[in-house]
């Protein structure tokens, strides 16, 4: 893939995940800070969707990454950041203070989203349902719906 191809992949799945909308070329161009024109983006958009890294949803939407456009970005244009010195201490200490179930909260805070726990095949613990549901791709009550029933049948699962 060449390195504009991946820019603009990276741009949109960042911008995704932030909103939860389809992203625009006009987004990238002017909020995501690509230096390309809207037409070059678009064109890398067009092969990016050919390739089936990104989607549109529908007629004049912008594009959302696929499955294989977040594994891509996964493996090869996410950078993992280490923890900061007071970030390990911290999670050391919340663990020495609370167990495993205490470092799940504190994930789960630190992250705004869920935390699922599994000790063993008999006991789980998930925590941070609250942070997961305010992301706005949970405006959509059907979505909310069907994690609800996951949830629900959970245990059953393991």
Do not use: W
Request: aromatic share 10%.
């Amino acid at each position: 893939m060449k390195a504009r191809q991946e820019a603009v992949l990276s741009k949109i799945i960042d911008a995704y995940l932030s909103t939860a909308q389809p992203v625009g070329s006009k987004i990238l161009a002017e909020e995501q800070g690509l230096e390309f024109s809207s037409a070059t983006i678009r064109n890398e958009m067009a092969v990016l969707e050919k390739d089936g890294l990104i989607i549109q949803p529908h007629t004049s939407a912008g594009r959302i990454p696929t499955i294989k456009g977040i594994e891509y970005y996964l493996e090869y244009l996410m950078k993992p950041q280490p923890l900061r010195a007071d970030e390990e201490q911290r999670l050391m200490s919340m663990f020495q203070k609370s167990g495993l179930k205490g470092l799940a909260r504190m994930t789960a805070e630190y992250c705004h989203s869920a935390c699922i726990l599994v000790l063993d095949m008999n006991e789980f613990y998930y925590t941070g349902f609250s942070y997961l549901f305010a992301q706005p791709e949970f405006e959509n009550a059907s979505l909310v719906h069907e994690i609800g029933v996951a949830i629900d049948n959970f245990e059953s699962a393991l």
